[in-house]
Nanobody, 119 residues
Framework: QVQLVESGGGLVQAGGSLRLSCAVF????????MGWYRQAPGKQRELVAS???????NYADSVKGRFTASRDNAKNLMYLQMNNLKPEDTAVYYC?????????????WGQGTQVTVSS
């Protein structure tokens, strides 16, 4: 069974930084795409950033220039460096991955990590 485990959330003041990590555990062939999503109270889950195994990235307009997604393919790790955080960045952040295993491809999700930005 493949699992995603996030870490690195917490409480930070506006203007501060946090780095989230996502580790993939299990027997996999490849991870073509990974992404970070977030969901604030009363709002729909939204894509924050995505990154392919080739390093191509895509960001939500609200985080461009402040957040950076990166991957360590050899270790099956993904990171989200979040700088100049704003109160509106407060949300539960989820790691997601499209994986390929011996039984085929699927989309899996982590359990989420809380990020709270105080003003």
């Amino acid at each position: 069974q493949v699992q995603l485990v996030e870490s690195g959330g917490g409480l930070v003041q506006a203007g501060g930084s946090l780095r989230l990590s996502c580790a993939v555990f299990g027997n996999i062939f490849s991870i073509p795409t990974m992404g970070w999503y977030r969901q604030a109270p009363g709002k729909q889950r939204e894509l924050v950033a995505s990154i392919t195994n080739g390093g191509s990235t895509n960001y939500a307009d609200s985080v461009k220039g402040r957040f950076t997604a990166s991957r360590d393919n050899a270790k099956n790790l993904m990171y989200l460096q979040m700088n100049n955080l704003k109160p509106e960045d407060t949300a539960v952040y989820y790691c997601a991955a499209t994986i390929v295993t011996k039984v085929g491809g699927e989309r899996i999700w982590g359990q989420g990590t809380q990020v709270t930005v105080s003003s």
